[in-house]
């Protein structure tokens, strides 16, 4: 006979996987439970990447983690906020009302079993502002702990891709993203799609001007490239895509280089993070 979970040992992962009793099993003996939860987005992704890029990429990110860990993981819901992508047809969007209520009710209830350590991944720009004010409630509410970690920033590969992204403004459906889907589901990838691929990101040229990391004055001239960027996508790109540079030079081994980091970031992390001991604030 197998079982879910054999004291306090996950055989699965995803907590709509799980019974019961696994789960159970699993809170009581596992001497400190971290739940893993997810969010992304169901939105435009340019011409060739599916609209569930986000969400299909934090998926297959937190389970990886959740195996490593022994957490449980959970993606509560597909879409997330994007209403700046609305002007293109496909995308689905919550309120910031409901998403914030979506991760509020999920912790609720996590918090109401006994589960003391949360952690929330992001793999949507748009939700961060909602994603960091969910966890700033919930520890208060809730009186449970809520982490968002993100790392690592210092190797060399991470200052390779933050560099391109400055110079290139690889934000969205640009080579770094195409990488990742090429890694994580090639088969929902449409390369083909760009065989006439144009770069159609359009702002003043004074602002492309400010598009430059290797200027003196980038910290200032960065922030201000920011504030006069219009709110919708479609104000300022006819594709979709967020970059001046061509998907089609996505490295996927990269991505996987990547993405290991980025994994065993967070596993060490919440393997360091089980070892304090729960903060009086924050106990029964």
């Not at 992390?269 to 903060?279: E, G, M, R, Y």
């Amino acid at each position: 006979m197998r079982f879910m979970s054999e004291n306090g040992k996950l055989k699965r992962f995803w907590i709509q996987e799980l019974t019961r009793p696994a789960f159970e099993d699993w809170l009581e003996n596992e001497p400190a439970p971290v739940v893993i939860i997810g969010i992304g987005a169901i939105e435009q992704h340019g011409l060739h990447l599916p609209l569930g890029t986000d969400s299909l990429g934090v998926r297959a990110f937190i389970h990886e983690v959740a195996k490593r860990t022994n957490s449980v993981c959970i993606h509560p819901c597909w879409p997330g906020y994007s209403p700046h992508h609305m002007g293109f047809k496909g995308t689905i969007t919550f309120s910031e009302e409901t998403l914030l209520g979506v991760l509020l009710d999920t912790i609720g209830s996590l918090a109401a079993h006994g589960v003391k350590r949360i952690v929330l991944i992001n793999h949507h720009g748009g939700n961060s502002n909602i994603m960091a004010l969910a966890a700033q409630i919930a520890r208060r509410e809730f009186r449970v702990m809520v982490a968002t970690p993100r790392g690592p920033s210092n190797t060399e590969l991470a200052k390779k891709i933050q560099h391109r992204m400055r110079k290139y403004f690889e934000v969205h459906s640009g080579p770094r993203e195409t990488a990742y889907a090429l890694h994580y589901f090639p088969e929902l990838v449409e390369m083909w799609r760009l065989k006439d691929w144009k770069n159609t990101f359009k702002v003043d040229p004074k602002l492309m001007e400010f598009m430059d990391p290797d200027r003196d004055d980038y910290e200032l001239v960065s922030q201000v490239f920011m504030a006069c960027l219009e709110p919708d996508t479609d104000d300022f790109t006819s594709s979709g895509q967020y970059a001046t540079s061509d998907p089609r030079t996505a490295d996927p081994e990269e991505a996987k280089q990547r993405m290991e980091e980025s994994i065993q970031f967070l596993v060490d992390f919440i393997n360091l993070w089980k070892t304090i001991p729960v903060p009086p604030a924050y106990r029964d």
